[in-house]
């Protein structure tokens, strides 16, 4: 799958429109696939994570790691909101 790093090319600029842009396309893209599209879910909960929205991502990557346990981004977008919300490492899955 081409999608993940053409979304990572957005949420690695600097510049906050364009990474205002990735994130956007991520969670709009999870809609439009569906809550049971994992992929979709946990890239969009690693956008949110990326762009400080820490407690819409807290609330997703539960439901993305439900569907795929293993899925790299969802963990590190976990990883990430917990560590922004400063909760310890308890409390990350």
């Not at 997703?60 to 909760?87: F, Y």
């Amino acid at each position: 799958m081409l999608a993940e790093p053409l979304l990572a090319a957005f949420s690695l600029q600097m510049a906050p429109p364009y990474a205002e842009h990735g994130r956007h396309l991520a969670v709009s893209q999870y809609r439009v696939a569906g809550k049971d599209s994992w992929p979709w879910a946990s890239w969009a909960a690693a956008a949110l994570a990326g762009q400080s929205a820490v407690d819409e991502a807290w609330q997703l990557a539960p439901h993305a790691q439900a569907l795929q346990t293993h899925s790299g981004a969802v963990v590190h977008a976990r990883s990430h909101a917990g560590h922004e919300q400063g909760t310890g490492p308890g409390e990350v899955e």
